[in-house]
């Protein structure tokens, strides 16, 4: 059995992965995000990731109005950490993969080997299209040949003298891009979808999903593990959990509760249109959602026993190699989790293990 990866999703946007006017609220700093990354390494998590965002979607909170670019606040994040994987995410729609190939190769360099890249493929109009880079006409499908391209023609640019290529979507003539990285960058890839599965399989070195249930996940988890393998590959599978933790399970469900009511159903609304939803329908799901919906992504809450069990049971249940934690109060949070939490679900592993 491998171990389990367990790591945190950075707040390099405006108040963090909490919709919400009644909910702690991060800002897009580099100070707090580098406390965060810190705080990761100390209390024993295996990795930091941050995401790449272009636009907010507004509302009473701004939500993600103000964001902090990936790749170069983990170089500095990667100066000062030593041991916690450095996630970084670029957008293959938006990058030359020549360009993309030398800035991971010098993170790597700054990261000592530590060095990820979150690869992702463009899919909300609004952010790119405010650059003049967005292509209407590229479908879901097509967007995934284009980053199968792209990932391609990076994996040559890391490994061979020099890369011609003329492809459908991008050409490099005689391209140098030397020093290769050493070891080779970690890839990582977040989708769900048919033709997004199909490229975690064939390039990625871990796959973050999303599923409505366990069991949805266990299936995709499955799916993506039986991909890799027929092609010879290993790919490891994580998902997105928010952790509301307190002295007592209902101390940490009314927390909980507080951070719902303070619910942004206008910056909902504008999220949800991003996706390509109808104004008009985007606004009337924003206006009956639940107070739950503050949450972008699925939640625990209780004491850190009861958190430890709800964490093993999402892993067991839907078949994962590991976890992104959330906290809506990263400085605050992460303390308790890595005091309470993270050493049972380590103990659960080693005594798993020995069995």
Not at 10 to 23: E, R, V, Y
Not at 241 to 254: G, M, P, W
């Amino acid at each position: 059995m491998d171990t389990k990866e367990y790591g945190v999703f950075l707040p390099n946007a405006a108040g963090g992965w909490m919709i919400s006017s009644t909910a702690p609220y991060p800002p897009a700093s580099y100070d707090y995000n580098r406390r965060t990354a810190r705080l990761a390494e100390d209390i024993g998590l295996d990795f930091v990731m941050a995401m790449a965002k272009w636009r907010g979607f507004g509302g009473p909170t701004d939500h993600w109005g103000e964001t902090l670019e990936s790749m170069t606040m983990m170089a500095g994040l990667a100066e000062a950490t030593e041991r916690v994987k450095i996630w970084s995410t670029v957008h293959a729609n938006m990058q030359n993969p020549a360009f993309a190939a030398k800035v991971f190769t010098t993170l790597q360099q700054i990261a000592g080997g530590r060095a990820g890249m979150n690869i992702v493929n463009g899919a909300y109009a609004e952010e790119f299209e405010q650059m003049g880079v967005w292509d209407p006409d590229l479908s879901h499908d097509a967007r995934y040949r284009m980053t199968e391209e792209w990932t391609q023609a990076v994996l040559r640019l890391w490994s061979e003298p020099s890369v011609t290529m003329n492809g459908e979507f991008f050409t490099l003539t005689d391209c140098e891009s030397r020093p290769h990285p050493d070891p080779r960058p970690t890839i990582i890839s977040a989708g769900r979808s048919d033709s997004g599965r199909a490229f975690q399989a064939a390039y990625a070195d871990g796959a973050f999903l999303g599923a409505d249930s366990l069991e949805d996940m266990r299936d995709l988890s499955r799916d993506v593990h039986e991909r890799a393998a027929a092609l010879g590959r290993s790919v490891r599978t994580y998902s997105m959990l928010t952790i509301v933790q307190d002295e007592t399970d209902a101390a940490a469900e009314a927390r909980a509760a507080r951070y719902g009511e303070g619910i942004d159903r206008v910056a909902l609304s504008n999220m949800r249109r991003s996706w390509g939803w109808d104004a008009q329908r985007a606004l009337a799901w924003a206006q009956d959602a639940k107070g739950e919906e503050a949450f972008q992504t699925p939640y625990v809450t209780g004491t850190a026993e009861t958190i430890s069990e709800r964490i093993l049971t999402v892993l067991d249940t839907a078949e994962l190699d590991g976890l992104m934690l959330i906290f809506p109060d990263y400085l605050e949070d992460m303390p308790a989790f890595g005091e309470g939490v993270l050493p049972a679900l380590r103990a659960h592993e080693n005594a798993e293990l020995v069995s």
